[in-house]
């Protein structure tokens, strides 16, 4: 259970394909789980009943399956859906929420990536979120071909992969790395880069660090 009084968090994690955000995602909650720090995984994508059918919409299939307004809409459809039926309620009921990818993600893939007004998208995050934002968005980096390397070899064999944008050329993938990156240096005192290309456990260790010393966590 979470000490009283005790402020229930929102964390995101973010950043581009291969950046491993999964398994640190796993590996904090093991650490807060120790901690008795009572708190949810979901991700995005999806997250929700609802949100998850819309995310086999985005995931597969081709790449030029939607254009880059298509796909806004139907994240933030998604989104919509995800905070509705799981963020607030878990928050609401004194509970963490770790997020796999929120808003971050479709400024720095559609924003960025595709070119779409970034204001616009701003927009309809003001719209839809119902003023639930991150306390902390932990930004995990590291050079697209290894990135992508990484992801490609997660996907191997796999004949479920959701592999879309990952099928992306590379100079998308690199503009997605580089609003990652405008924007938590624009957002300092949300966003704290990770250095994503070093081994595992060294990235657990810094992601617990971080997270424990930001919200007073003894352990």
Same mark, same amino acid.
């Given at each position: 259970m979470n000490g009283p009084g005790q402020p229930v968090r929102f964390i995101t994690f973010e950043g581009g394909e291969g950046a491993g955000k999964s398994t640190q995602i796993t590996k904090l909650s093991e650490a807060?789980?120790?901690?008795?720090?009572?708190?949810?995984?979901?991700? !995005?994508?999806?997250?929700?009943?609802?949100?998850? +059918?819309?995310?086999? =919409? %985005?995931? !597969?299939?081709e790449p030029d399956?939607?254009?880059? +307004?298509?796909?806004? =809409? %139907?994240?933030y459809a998604a989104r919509r859906d995800h905070v509705r039926q799981t963020v607030k309620p878990a928050l609401k009921a004194g509970k963490w929420v770790i997020c796999d990818r929120y808003a971050d993600s479709t400024m720095a893939y559609q924003g960025y990536g595709h070119g779409v007004n970034r204001n616009s998208i701003?927009?309809?995050?003001?719209?839809?979120?119902?003023g639930v934002a991150p306390d902390m968005t932990l930004v995990f980096d590291l050079p697209v071909e290894v990135g992508l390397?990484?992801?490609?070899?997660?996907?191997?064999?796999n004949t479920n992969a959701e592999d879309r944008y990952e099928n992306m050329d590379t100079a998308f993938h690199q503009r997605i790395r580089d609003?990652?990156?405008?924007?938590?240096?624009?957002?300092?005192?949300?966003?704290?880069?990770?250095?994503?290309?070093?081994?595992?456990?060294?990235?657990?260790?810094?992601?617990?660090?971080?997270?424990?010393?930001?919200?007073?966590?003894?352990?």
């Open positions: 807060l789980d120790a901690a008795g720090v009572d708190h949810i995984i979901t991700r !995005e994508p999806g997250g929700s009943p609802g949100a998850e +059918e819309i995310r086999k =919409l %985005l995931v !597969e299939g399956r939607w254009d880059a +307004e298509t796909e806004v =809409l %139907l994240h701003a927009a309809l995050y003001g719209l839809v979120a119902d390397a990484r992801a490609r070899d997660r996907a191997a064999g609003g990652f990156l405008a924007i938590a240096k624009t957002q300092p005192d949300r966003c704290i880069l990770i250095d994503a290309a070093e081994d595992v456990d060294t990235v657990a260790a810094e992601v617990k660090r971080i997270v424990f010393e930001k919200f007073g966590i003894e352990g």
